[in-house]
């Protein structure tokens, strides 16, 4: 990933992302770094679980050419939730 030197991670419930939102974001990206760990937004994921379907797009910020032209991305998650007692 060191072509890239911060990613954006952007959620919409549309496909022509007019109500997108970045959710999450990813600096320091460094040369020879294989692995990119993003760092989520204090955004409330609600609306998105509820859909059966959503979209996502990953922007960044260029620092040097792709050395590929096809590069296949592997998403590997974990999710934490807090949950708050009912008054």
């Given at each position: 990933f060191g072509f890239v030197s911060t990613l954006t991670f952007k959620l919409s419930e549309n496909e022509d992302y007019s109500d997108s939102k970045i959710i999450a974001?990813?600096?320091g990206?460094?040369?020879g770094d294989t692995e990119v760990?993003?760092?989520i937004n204090n955004e409330t994921l609600d609306q998105y679980i509820e859909l059966s379907t959503f979209y996502y797009s990953i922007y960044g910020t260029v620092e040097s050419p792709m050395p590929v032209n096809v590069l296949a991305l592997i998403l590997k998650s974990?999710?934490?939730f807090t949950v708050?007692?009912?008054n």
């Open positions: 974001t990813a600096t990206i460094e040369k760990i993003f760092t974990k999710v934490g708050k007692p009912l």
